[in-house]
């Protein structure tokens, strides 16, 4: 397994009115939290998309235990929990400053080749980053 | 089983770069298909607000079968798969034009006394209009 | 002038916690009104796009005079103010099921052929429909 | 006059089929420019709604001179031109890691005072804290 965390703050325009970080924001910070997670492997989802390498997102659960308010600094830890072949999988836990998880979650994505139209392998640079993890 | 159906345009900025609906704007999609399910049966969800229930979401699943694009015209139907007590089931299928169901999903939400602070029973209006369903 | 009206619901999830409509979610109003006001003519937006043909936004301004709220049905009205030459001038007003002004704007687009990353003129089928109300 | 400088990375969400951050997420990146601007004063936006004031958006105006990309770092450089009274007037410039300005805008806030329902005064220590810069 590998795992990092990063923080993010919530946006007044990401509340609703009940006060609460709406939960449809909650995707966003996954996202952040894997694509933070690919960078602290040393590499760049953005180089993986200009190279014709989408990740499209497959399936997605979440889990609301506790709301987040405004200004409220997350921790949002990303955990890719197996080594990635054509589907990628990675685990989501988000906590607060009172160290309370108030969120967790998973997601699927594809790796998907766009100029042929279809899904690929995992590119050899990220396994080969992840494979010590996976031992 | 009580099933109501909207249809949703795909706005231009619901889209990212890979010119797909971004996975993150499913959940807006569905909230918009059960706040109209619960119009359809007579009843206002900001009304419920307005006397102090809120409904906020425990968990959601989301399966992303096909992708949505820019200018789409999605139908969004919505089930209320139990009669609900404390909590309300609903499910969700999203097809395109062409019929195909690009997208399902399921949420869990909470009756939650907004004053006293806790979780309540489902209002007695939604329960006697939903009732004729669950027979 | 040409101008044409489109009504849009206040999402949920496009509120803040105080209450209103987040003051960033009124440019996607504005979009909807013009991509509307486009279709009103017979024409397609989304074609436009995929015939090569971007309308990047050059400039926005807008005035928030009253707020809106959840499930606040608005009218978004658009007018285009001028005959668009390489820039298309859209002015909106954005009214309240009271009939209150809450909103007033307008922004500048541009033309912008995509595969030559220059402007271009507006599409001559767009001059066309426009042009009668120009007069 | 007194500056503060913010850095936001675009976010795969905020990017439209375009490619380029969305016109109308600009806004949510003021939003974060000024509230950092209080908090370098060493206050606290959250605190002042706390409180009961709140600070809704009276107009805004924005310059897209050059689009910004997915993954982005951009600065957003937060002014506050006058010192404040019942009003707070804030300018914003956007550049890239490259150093061009993408972006330009201004927006005026009012001081609402919740409870009592009408505008009111800046607070004291928000004067305080930036007279020294309004000499």
């Not at 960078?39 to 390498?53: A, C, N, P, T, V």
């Not at 309370?100 to 396994?127: M, Q, S």
Request: glycine fraction near 6%.
């Amino acid at each position: 397994m590998y795992s990092n965390s990063v923080e993010i703050r919530v946006r007044y325009g990401e509340t609703d009115k009940m006060g609460y970080l709406y939960y449809g924001n909650y995707a966003q910070y996954y996202e952040v939290g894997r694509v933070e997670a690919i960078r602290s492997l040393g590499l760049s989802y953005k180089e993986l998309e200009d190279r014709g390498i989408m990740m499209p997102v497959l399936d997605m659960q979440s889990t609301f235990v506790k709301p987040a308010y405004y200004d409220d600094v997350l921790k949002v830890t990303t955990t890719i929990t197996e080594l990635p072949k054509v589907r990628a999988f990675f685990s989501y836990e988000i906590t607060n400053a009172n160290n309370d998880i108030i969120n967790y979650g998973k997601t699927t994505l594809i790796f998907f080749d766009w100029e042929r139209r279809k899904p690929c392998r995992a590119p050899e640079e990220l396994v080969e980053k992840l494979s010590p993890f996976f031992i």
